[in-house]
């Protein structure tokens, strides 16, 4: 199966990530009724908890909030009046909004697929967006909703998209499905809990979108995949957790998750790829390393277990510095940023690494056509 076609949406709205921590530690002081810090108290907090700007640039969003202090005319966050912001109901309605747009938009600048997979874990609306755009299609387009997985949610959906493929004699022929990715983790903000561990998370995660097919045809330009694989960690189920809440979804994120992940790379990796028939020695020598950057730390485990070159990663920190962690969205951006770069030539071996709740470990191999 190939991977192919990629085509992102850049959100319009853009901050640095000085801006960022900014609006939050305003947003943070003017939500708290009853307090005992400034918002010069929770500024620093955020930086000193926070991703830095070293770490992270700058963060791209979907919502217009961000760009101004003015609450009473905020859309999702009028905390002078409402401190958690606005109830989940109104901040899906602001999603599905908004992702309609976003599959009117790709959809007005590609053909259809035969199937369509939906992946997001910070929107669910029935109907969705995607069966909204496959309804009005030249063809029937069977829609598949991939939710709820967290920043590995491209391996989930990888995998069902080659069943799709492969299970001509049950599901009829297929020539292509199309994989899209709408995450607007700004939504998911509560500004009267200005605890440390919500303060990290809100000092990493941004908003992304993002198209892209496999097919089993050879592309002139994409990647083959030659192997997709994942595990649970046994033992570390409460280290993540994402939940619905009453204003927005709620992240529990464990500083340990950076440890808990390199300890068990190297193990996972070598079973991953010896019982596939390859040799970890042999391709860690020439391969890039796309690992999603949930934060710094991840990627230096993955560097330091696997003993890997600086410049393996280097694809990894770049997105992280320029567009912050996208969930879902974030690892279909670096393979789309891997495969436009000239410095990587064809026949490069890609592993790729993502992490989320359970805690689960993904991991593929592919290589650049």
Known sequence: MYLQNFHSILPPYLRTQSECLQWLSAAHKTAQEQQDYSQEDYLKM?????????????????????????????KIYPVNTQRHGVSMHHRHEFYHATVTKL???????????????????????????AQMAAVRAPKPVTVTHSYHMGCY????????ASGFLANENILGRKKSVDLVHTELCSLHLNPQD????????QSLFADGCIAYSMSSQVPEKGFKIHSLYEELIPDTVGAMEWMVSDWGMKMTLSKDVPMMV????????????????????????????????????????????????????????????????????????????????????????????????????????????
């Open 153 to 160: 949610g491209a391996f989930p959906a990888l995998r069902m």
């Open 262 to 369: 390199g300890k068990k790379i190297r193990d996972f990796t070598t079973r991953w790829l010896s019982s596939r028939g390859y040799d970890l020695a042999d391709i860690a020598d020439r391969a890039i390393f796309a690992v999603h950057p949930g934060g710094p730390k991840i990627i230096d485990q993955v560097v330091e277990q696997l003993r890997l070159k600086p410049e393996q990663v280097n694809a990894s920190r770049a997105l992280l510095r320029s567009r912050g962690n996208m969930s879902s969205a974030t690892l279909p951006h670096l393979w789309e940023k891997i495969l436009n770069d000239p410095e990587v030539p064809s026949g490069t071996p890609i592993v790729s690494y993502a992490f989320g709740p359970g805690l689960t470990v993904c991991g593929s191999l592919m290589e650049k056509l």
């Open 46 to 74: 955020l930086n000193r908890v926070g991703c830095s700007e070293a770490q992270i640039e700058k963060r791209y969003f979907f919502i217009p909030d961000v760009e101004h202090q003015d609450w009473e005319q905020q």
């Open 194 to 201: 200005p605890s440390l561990e919500q303060m990290v998370i």
């Open 103 to 129: 599959f009117d938009r790709i959809y007005s600048e590609r053909e259809f697929p035969d199937d369509l997979i939906h992946v997001s874990c910070t929107g669910y609306v029935s109907p969705s967006a």
